[in-house]
């Protein structure tokens, strides 16, 4: 459960300063009129994040402020969302403290456990804080927004199985619609692909080829610069006449007469080094005139296929190495297009199935719904007539939405209407009620939800305006049963019978010393609350006939 604990008020209008404790059950404040119950709720609606308007900060003082704490035996999941998309922290178990604070000057600031917070955040934490129900209500209960999930709280329907069933759906379309979009964009494609491969496939390009090729030409290129060179140093090796076959003829001659003299020995070793040294050159020269022979025909085919692939690789925007898995990629896409369709079929075939699926489920929900509305109805209208209301009508109505608006909630649209006389049109709540009937329109409602897991706390802002006798205590006694289901309500009221089915009461008053005039608020012990709701019997005199009436009300409470 969950409550507001504590209120907190620093210079708003006629307040100085206010701490006011609160506890579980039903509290309601009483006061006469003028003294300040609205201020209350001004203040209290500055931590909720209602505008903060100057006119509220206390005359000759620089600032107000407003701190509320509330209480949590667990998080509830959208306030712990929300300080989380905030980045804000709070302790488990730890209270959450709001505080507003509003210059004289214009701006305000807030905070949540003393860390900094924007405004729109304290609206979005609202709902879960306070339900107010008064007025000028435009919140809660009359917004229909929330009516389909107080319906389905009503009828304890667990929508999870639901949700799988559309977001399974929902998945199977968008994979679907991917689907089709790729292969309407592949059709596109389609021919350029086909060009593009028969052009690739034309050349058939091999990996490492342009490293291969390019080495070759460079060979045959350097052969065709070094042959005239080549042929000159030919006739050192070739001819009887050449430098070579003299050193030959004189290593002969040497060789006879070597035998003669150890320095002719000598000499012929040393000859006979340069015929090896030169036999050796003679070799190599002829084995590097060979590989750099070069054939005009292959220099050109060469080249011509180099200048293809790298003319290709700029085409599409790639390195020569890259166009065989460029070849496998078209190929891949190619093959996608002409098994495109069995997908396409497939996925349709999923996607109706999915669909089918959700719509079986969603009927049953919407069957469940219309059960439950009837049960409803029937819950509200025992409720209306001893809230002087028997004339009116309750309706909840359930419609079916268009395709595009279903979602994991199904497929129904629910709102609560009302006909406040026989034989007139059902409407919205807020259209057709006045404020009084609003309110009690709206606890009839909450009587019979007996809703849990709302707000933490429910305020009834006069409630009993323009009832009393019966009515009034017939209000008394369902807020009284409301507090008891939903752990707090609050009650601002002006009726003797409402107040003494208070478990805890409070006393506004307003007082004046000179020019200064303070507002103040009092928990009543059982004394104070006897003279006070006798007060409310008898007005500004309190006769013992009142007393004696305060104590039978409070007896009977």
Same mark, same amino acid.
């Given at each position: 459960?969950?409550?507001?604990?504590?209120?907190?008020?620093?210079?708003?209008?006629?307040?100085?300063?206010?701490?006011?404790?609160?506890?579980?059950? &039903?509290?309601?404040?009483?006061?006469?009129?003028?003294?300040?119950?609205?201020?209350?709720?001004? %203040?209290?609606?500055?931590?909720?994040?209602?505008?903060?308007?100057?006119?509220?900060?206390?005359?000759?003082?620089?600032?107000?402020?407003?701190?509320?704490?509330?209480?949590?035996?667990?998080?509830?999941?959208?306030?712990?969302?929300?300080?989380?998309?905030?980045?804000?922290?709070?302790?488990?178990?730890?209270?959450?403290?709001?505080?507003?604070?509003?210059?004289?000057?214009?701006?305000?600031?807030?905070?949540?456990?003393?860390?900094?917070?924007?405004?729109?955040?304290?609206?979005?934490?609202?709902?879960?804080?306070?339900?107010?129900?008064?007025?000028?209500?435009?919140?809660? &209960?009359?917004?229909?927004?929330?009516?389909?999930?107080?319906?389905?709280?009503?009828?304890?329907?667990?929508?999870?199985? &639901?949700?799988?069933?559309?977001?399974?759906?929902?998945?199977?379309?968008?994979?679907?619609?991917?689907?089709?979009?790729?292969?309407?964009?592949?059709?596109?494609?389609?021919?350029?692909?086909?060009?593009?491969?028969?052009?690739?496939?034309?050349?058939?390009?091999?990996?490492?080829?342009?490293?291969?090729?390019?080495?070759?030409?460079?060979?045959?290129?350097?052969?065709?610069?070094?042959?005239?060179?080549?042929?000159?140093?030919?006739?050192?090796?070739?001819?009887?006449?050449?430098?070579?076959?003299?050193?030959?003829?004189?290593?002969?001659? &040497?060789?006879?007469?070597?035998?003669?003299?150890?320095?002719?020995?000598?000499?012929?070793?040393?000859?006979?080094?340069?015929?090896?040294?030169?036999?050796? %050159?003679?070799?190599?020269?002829?084995?590097?005139?060979?590989?750099?022979?070069?054939?005009?025909?292959?220099?050109?085919?060469?080249?011509?296929?180099?200048?293809?692939?790298?003319?290709?690789?700029?085409?599409?925007?790639?390195?020569? /190495?890259?166009?065989?898995?460029?070849?496998?990629?078209?190929?891949?896409?190619?093959?996608?297009?002409?098994?495109?369709?069995?997908?396409?079929?497939?996925?349709?075939?999923?996607?109706?199935?999915?669909?089918?699926?959700?719509?079986?489920?969603?009927?049953?929900?919407?069957?469940?719904?219309?059960?439950?509305?009837?049960?409803?109805?029937?819950?509200?209208?025992?409720?209306?007539?001893?809230?002087?209301? /028997?004339?009116?009508?309750?309706?909840?109505?359930?419609?079916?939405?268009?395709?595009?608006?279903?979602?994991?909630?199904?497929?129904?649209?629910?709102?609560?209407?009302?006909?406040?006389?026989?034989?007139? /049109?059902?409407?919205?709540?807020?259209?057709?009620?006045?404020?009084?009937?609003?309110?009690?329109?709206?606890?009839?409602?909450?009587?019979?939800?007996?809703?849990?897991?709302?707000?933490?706390?429910?305020?009834?802002?006069?409630?009993?305006?323009?009832?009393?006798?019966?009515?009034?205590?017939?209000?008394?006694?369902?807020?009284?049963?409301? %507090?008891?289901?939903?752990?707090?309500?609050?009650?601002?009221?002006?009726?003797?019978?409402?107040?003494?089915?208070?478990?805890?009461?409070?006393?506004?008053?307003?007082?004046?010393?000179?020019?200064?005039?303070?507002?103040?608020?009092?928990?009543?012990?059982?004394?104070?609350?006897?003279?006070?709701?006798?007060?409310?019997?008898?007005?500004?005199?309190?006769?013992?006939?009142?007393?004696?009436?305060?104590?039978?009300?409070?007896?009977?409470?």
């Amino acid at each position: 459960m969950a409550m507001l604990t504590r209120l907190s008020i620093r210079n708003i209008v006629l307040i100085e300063a206010l701490d006011l404790d609160f506890g579980r059950g &039903l509290g309601v404040l009483t006061g006469e009129t003028g003294a300040g119950k609205s201020i209350l709720l001004d %203040a209290l609606g500055l931590v909720l994040g209602d505008r903060a308007e100057t006119a509220l900060v206390r005359a000759g003082e620089p600032k107000a402020s407003v701190t509320a704490s509330f209480e949590f035996a667990q998080l509830p999941s959208l306030i712990a969302k929300a300080l989380d998309d905030a980045d804000l922290e709070i302790e488990p178990g730890e209270p959450l403290l709001i505080r507003r604070q509003v210059k004289a000057d214009g701006g305000s600031k807030a905070y949540i456990n003393d860390q900094p917070a924007s405004v729109a955040l304290l609206r979005e934490l609202a709902p879960a804080l306070v339900e107010l129900h008064g007025q000028h209500d435009d919140r809660g &209960l009359v917004n229909p927004r929330g009516h389909r999930l107080l319906l389905d709280r009503y009828t304890g329907i667990d929508l999870a199985a &639901l949700e799988r069933r559309w977001v399974s759906w929902a998945k199977t379309e968008a994979q679907l619609a991917e689907a089709r979009s790729a292969q309407e964009q592949a059709k596109l494609d389609q021919d350029l692909l086909i060009a593009h491969l028969a052009e690739l496939t034309s050349l058939e390009p091999q990996a490492g080829e342009e490293a291969r090729l390019a080495a070759q030409r460079s060979d045959m290129q350097k052969g065709e610069k070094l042959a005239i060179e080549l042929e000159d140093l030919r006739h050192v090796w070739e001819g009887s006449d050449s430098p070579l076959a003299s050193l030959r003829v004189a290593a002969r001659k &040497l060789d006879r007469i070597a035998p003669e003299h150890a320095m002719l020995a000598d000499a012929l070793a040393s000859l006979d080094r340069a015929v090896i040294e030169a036999g050796e %050159a003679e070799e190599k020269l002829e084995a590097a005139a060979l590989a750099l022979v070069h054939d005009p025909a292959a220099l050109d085919a060469a080249e011509t296929r180099l200048f293809e692939l790298r003319a290709l690789a700029r085409k599409h925007r790639c390195e020569v /190495d890259e166009l065989p898995e460029l070849m496998r990629e078209m190929r891949s896409k190619l093959d996608a297009i002409e098994g495109g369709e069995a997908q396409l079929d497939a996925l349709e075939i999923a996607a109706k199935e999915a669909r089918a699926t959700y719509l079986a489920l969603a009927e049953k929900t919407h069957a469940a719904r219309l059960k439950a509305a009837k049960s409803l109805d029937k819950a509200v209208a025992a409720e209306l007539a001893p809230l002087k209301l /028997d004339a009116a009508r309750f309706l909840t109505s359930i419609g079916k939405l268009p395709e595009e608006k279903w979602g994991a909630h199904g497929m129904d649209s629910a709102e609560f209407l009302i006909a406040t006389n026989p034989g007139a /049109d059902f409407a919205p709540l807020a259209k057709i009620a006045s404020g009084g009937e609003l309110s009690r329109f709206i606890l009839a409602l909450k009587v019979a939800l007996a809703e849990k897991g709302g707000a933490a706390t429910i305020i009834f802002d006069e409630i009993d305006r323009g009832v009393g006798g019966a009515v009034a205590s017939a209000i008394g006694e369902r807020l009284a049963r409301l %507090a008891s289901a939903e752990g707090q309500l609050l009650a601002v009221t002006h009726s003797p019978q409402v107040a003494a089915r208070g478990f805890m009461h409070y006393l506004i008053a307003k007082a004046s010393s000179g020019t200064v005039t303070k507002t103040s608020v009092v928990l009543l012990d059982d004394n104070g609350r006897q003279e006070e709701i006798a007060r409310m019997l008898s007005g500004a005199e309190v006769t013992p006939e009142a007393r004696a009436q305060a104590d039978r009300l409070l007896e009977n409470a």
